[in-house]
């Protein structure tokens, strides 16, 4: 796959990387495009089908997506919503770079997404679990690997809960999923940068840095 070197954000949900990948696609329009993700999850309030962070108008089938639109989403980067049985379907016939299951639903990459924001040269950013950071070890990707970690499991459950978008069932997933998150962070040479999500102004200015020369090159490219 071409083009600029993609990045991935990884982290337990609520780490706060969709906050932090906002106000970075905000900051840098027209370089980063997000790869949209299938998932069998319901749709939060607000999320609608195909919808991904790109900073430009991003051509989805027929429908053409006005940067305003997007960044104006509550959670900002929205899914393809499918059926197990298309997801699986997909899978089969190989069109997923990785795919997981947490909190009782599957998630993956398809190929395409990644393929559609190459295409426009862009920095292409992938939001995946720990799981899907294994799994695009093993491809010839090449990612930067990130991780948004938050300052305690406590906090990530109040984060989680003010949120008020998962069920008590699915929040104690998730808890359950970021303890072990956590601690495999913690493991050398799992990821290029951990950033603690405390201050949110001082770990935004640790993933403006570690991605910097990504982004200038991008932007040198368009001159
Ligand atoms: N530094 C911070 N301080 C306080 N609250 C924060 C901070 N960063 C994010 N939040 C809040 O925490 C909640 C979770 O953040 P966010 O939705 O960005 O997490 P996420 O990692 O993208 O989760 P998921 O993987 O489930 O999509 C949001 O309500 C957000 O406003
Ligand atoms: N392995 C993958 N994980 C993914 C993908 N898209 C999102 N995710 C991760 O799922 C959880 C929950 O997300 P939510 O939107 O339901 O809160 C979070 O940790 C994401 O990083 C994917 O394509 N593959």
Redesign the pocket.
Known sequence: MSGPRPVV???????G??TLLKRLMKEYEGVFGF?V???T?NP?PGEEDGKGLNCLPMLLGATLLPVADVLSSE?S?D?HFVTREKMQEGIDNGEFI???E??G?M???SKSSIEDVQAQNLICI????????K?IKKTDLNPIYISIQPPSIEILEKRLRDRQ??TEDSLQK?LE?ARI?MELSEEPGVFDMVIINDDLEEAYEKLRSVLIEEIEKVQDAKK
Not at 9 to 15: D, I, M, N, R, V
Not at 126 to 133: A, P
């Open positions: 954000l990884s982290g337990p949900s609520g780490a990387k969709s790869s993700s299938h998932t999850r939060r959670t980067e899914y990785e795919n997981a947490f909190s639903n998630y993956g990459t992938l939001d995946v679990d720990i799981q899907g950071v799994n978008t998962e998730r999923a998150d």
